[in-house]
């Protein structure tokens, strides 16, 4: 009968100076951040400790308690086309902090001369600032960002403004310039709360605020097999994390952030750059716009995940080729790293331990396309003068599910009642083009790209009486 995990179980476990404090207890920075700690610790002495604090009052820290930080990160997937699954004990989380529960000990945090380092992911609404968050003595700001201009406050008070008791601050919440927010906001609570200009100057000149973007599938705790898993380990483990192989953390800031937290001297897949946007453009572009392009095309003819419509022999083919030939050429980067990251996300999507079904992705597609794939075919068309086929037979793909009586759509209410509206009405050319001139879908008039309308209206066509892999076959 495997031991319940907890530091007496384990007596191995790593005692560490803190050098992070982590807002986030959750399923992601423990199979991400968390785990680069634990590489870095081993393969160039980074001796780093983990203090997590608890971001909101209700969360997992009471299990991380009591298996006194230690837990169990489990990689699956292809590894350059071989199946990796290896199972390791993450050691590197030093202290826990409630700070609902325990205030006095996560302001104690501020007096670590060690400190060097703030990870967080509060999610996408975490990194916020309200004008009437204006806690009382001994209060707990209500934000993260407040919480956080109230540790360094009494920071820069305990080491008297010293220039090295500065912080360099590495946000992972899915927010485009996640750093820079985070800096504006903190700077918004000082002059708010009147904390003088002494502290705000600290803040700009000795606090350090990188940009961040971060990538890998995280599917979370293994709940149907967990017993078998616990059988493999040995111990009997509340917080297993399973992950995908592939993993990526690009770090836009200042030198300052890369000395303190040398992460790509690991073996780690971190890229410190000048500029994120072009890495941003090209996961939403490739990874997220090809999750996008696939979904209506998979569903129409009857398939069900993702892993099925890559390793389809047709579809898949034409997957490859979309990305290939009309996403990566519109994207500022080098042609060899754009075609490394397409390859490894093409091997992320056959990742045979992960079972990612297309119609949970189809979820607000209208949407979606406007974000992920319609700036691809603009700049697709621009560049070359000639408009993207393979992108836009999958919005016309998109358009014939949506048209779908059996397809339940899940998107916003607008979307839904304009095609329950339609659904009985013939896809002809007058309906497609009043279709795609609406504004509110799409965020423009699409009939005013030449010759879109009457592509997708062909496309519609075809698909009237042919299925999708059938269209792919004879068109493309």
Same mark, same amino acid.
């Given at each position: ?29 423990r ?16 001796n ?18 009591n ?5 169990h990160?489990m ?20 202290n826990?902090?409630n700070?609902? +529960?325990?205030?006095?000990n ?47 406050k009494?920071?820069?008070? !305990?080491?008297?403004?010293?220039? /090295? ?18 800096? +504006? ?7 708010l ?10 803040? @700009? ?21 967990? @017993? ?6 040995? #111990? ?14 690009v ?15 690991a073996?780690?897949?971190v ?9 941003? $453009?090209?996961k ?5 716009? *090809? !999750?996008?392009?696939?979904?209506p095309?998979?569903?129409? /003819? ?22 290939? +030939? ?28 992960i079972? !990612? ?18 700036? $691809?075919?603009?700049d697709?068309? *621009?560049?070359?003068t @000639?408009?993207?086929t393979?992108?836009? #037979?999958?919005?016309?793909?998109l ?20 095609? !329950? ?7 002809? +050319? ?9 504004? *509110? ?7 005013l ?28």
């Open positions: 009968m495997p031991q319940p995990l907890s530091a007496k179980t384990f007596s191995n476990k790593s005692i560490l100076p803190v050098k992070i404090l982590q807002f986030g207890e959750g399923n992601f920075l199979a991400f951040s968390d785990w680069c700690i634990q590489k870095m610790n081993a393969e160039i002495g980074f780093g400790g983990i203090a997590v604090v608890q971001p909101i009052e209700n969360g997992l820290l009471h299990l991380l308690e298996q006194d930080g230690l837990y990160h990689i699956r997937g292809l590894n350059n086309g071989v199946k990796y699954d290896e199972i390791e004990l993450i050691d590197c989380i030093q826990t902090i700070p609902f +529960e325990q205030p006095d996560y302001f104690q945090q501020a007096k670590n001369p060690e400190l060097s380092i703030v990870i967080s992911n509060t999610t996408e609404a975490g990194i916020q600032y309200l004008a009437d968050d204006i806690p009382g003595s001994g209060q707990l700001a209500k934000t993260f960002p407040g919480k956080l201009t109230q540790l360094l009494m920071r820069f008070e !305990h080491f008297k403004g010293s220039h /090295d008791s500065g912080l360099v601050f590495i946000p992972c919440e899915l927010i485009e310039n996640n750093g820079y927010e985070l800096k +504006e906001c903190i700077l918004k609570y000082a002059a709360w009147n904390l003088g200009t002494g502290f705000e100057s600290w803040i @700009e000149q000795s606090n350090y605020f990188a940009n961040t973007l971060v990538d890998r599938i995280v599917p979370g705790f293994p709940k149907d097999e967990i @017993e078998a898993i616990q059988e493999r380990i040995g #111990f009997e483990d509340q917080l297993v994390v399973s992950s995908e192989v592939f993993h990526l953390w770090i836009q800031g200042p030198k300052e952030v890369k000395e303190r937290f040398p992460a790509d001297k073996g780690l897949n890229k410190f750059v000048d500029d994120i946007a072009p890495y941003r $453009t090209r939403v572009r490739i990874l997220n716009g *090809a !999750h996008t392009c696939m979904v095309i998979g569903l129409l /003819d009857g398939i069900e995940t993702v892993r099925e419509n890559v390793e389809h022999e047709v579809i898949g083919a034409f997957i490859q080729q979309a990305i290939d +030939e009309e996403i990566a050429s519109t994207i500022d980067l080098p042609e060899e790293e754009l075609k490394a990251f397409s390859d490894e996300v093409i091997e992320r999507f056959k990742n045979p331990f079972r !990612h079904e297309l119609k949970s992705i189809a979820l607000n597609s209208i949407s979606k396309f406007r974000v992920r794939v319609l700036p $691809t075919i603009k697709y068309l *621009a560049d070359r @000639e408009l993207p393979k992108l836009l #037979f999958s919005l016309a793909c358009i014939r599910l949506y048209h779908d009586s059996n397809f339940k759509i899940t998107d916003d209410q607008i979307v839904i009642d304009y095609f !329950h509206k339609i659904q009985n009405t013939k896809l002809d +050319e007058q309906l497609v083009g009043e279709l795609l001139a609406r504004e *509110a879908f799409w965020g423009e008039d699409l009939t790209i030449k010759g879109l309308k009457e592509l997708i209206s062909k496309y519609l066509g075809l698909l009237e009486t042919h299925s999708a892999t059938e269209v792919v076959k004879e068109v493309f």
